[in-house]
T-cell receptor, first 116, second 111 residues
Framework: DTEVTQTPKHLVMGMTNKKSLKCEQH?????MYWYKQKAKKPPELMFV???????INESVPSRFSPECPNSSLLNLHLHALQPEDSALYLC???????????????FGPGTRLTVL | DQQVKQNSPSLSVQEGRISILNCDYT??????FLWYKKYPAEGPTFLIS?????DKNEDGRFTVFLNKSAKHLSLHIVPSQPGDSAVYFC??????????FGAGTRLTVKP
């Protein structure tokens, strides 16, 4: 299994809603990532987890709350989002955070989020 | 501060010809470079990479060239096929820190 899966594929939410994005991989990768991609822009790193511990938080607002319940799962909890948070949210995983196996990140298909 | 730049937003080539996608970077500390391909409604897919200790890496129809003095890398696709039509992202990292992506180049290969 060389796949990273993300659910849901599409999500529409109001500014007062609470929702969660889910990411799963069964490749035994120990590093997982959340990226945000706006239209016609490159992916921007949000969070990095290594061995289920938060390793990097790229100054992301607290209305985005990541969670790594186990080595295969990565969640992104959303609360009180703004319309400008509408974007494609990509999850990725890699064998490791450092050394060989870091750089080849495998991406999921993304969740297209619309905040009304 | 865009440390990785892809100055051509789009490129169109004829099937069978060579596609050359270019990427420039500003941070001389970058030591690993990657190309990702992205189809609509899918996440980026890793294509090919190169370490800063090399100047060329080849994988089938895809070759990446690195010119460290010019801080420039390029991806050559020979021969180009219609299925290669996608957005190509250049990415770079240093010391295993987070990757920086370029803005992407949309490649269209015409039959």
């Amino acid at each position: 299994d060389t796949e990273v899966t993300q659910t849901p594929k599409h999500l529409v939410m109001g500014m007062t809603n609470k929702k969660s994005l889910k990411c799963e991989q069964h490749m035994g990768h120990r590093a997982m990532y959340w990226y945000k991609q706006k239209a016609k822009k490159p992916p921007e790193l949000m969070f990095v987890y290594s061995y289920e511990k938060l390793s990097i938080n790229e100054s992301v607002p607290s209305r985005f709350s990541p969670e790594c319940p186990n080595s295969s799962l990565l969640n992104l909890h959303l609360h009180a989002l703004q319309p400008e948070d509408s974007a494609l949210y990509l999850c990725a995983s890699s064998q490791a955070l450092a050394g060989a196996g870091y750089n080849e990140q495998f991406f999921g298909p993304g969740t297209r989020l619309t905040v009304l | 501060d865009q440390q990785v730049k892809q100055n051509s937003p789009s490129l169109s080539v004829q099937e069978g010809r060579i596609s050359i996608l270019n990427c420039d970077y500003t941070n001389s500390m970058f030591d690993y470079f990657l190309w990702y391909k992205k189809y609509p409604a899918e996440g980026p897919t890793f294509l090919i990479s190169i370490s800063s200790i090399k100047d060329k890496n080849e994988d089938g129809r895809f070759t990446v060239f690195l010119n460290k003095s010019a801080k420039h890398l390029s991806l050559h696709i020979v021969p180009s096929q219609p299925g290669d039509s996608a957005v190509y992202f250049c990415a770079a990292s240093f010391n295993n820190n987070d990757m920086r992506f370029g803005a992407g180049t949309r490649l269209t290969v015409k039959p």
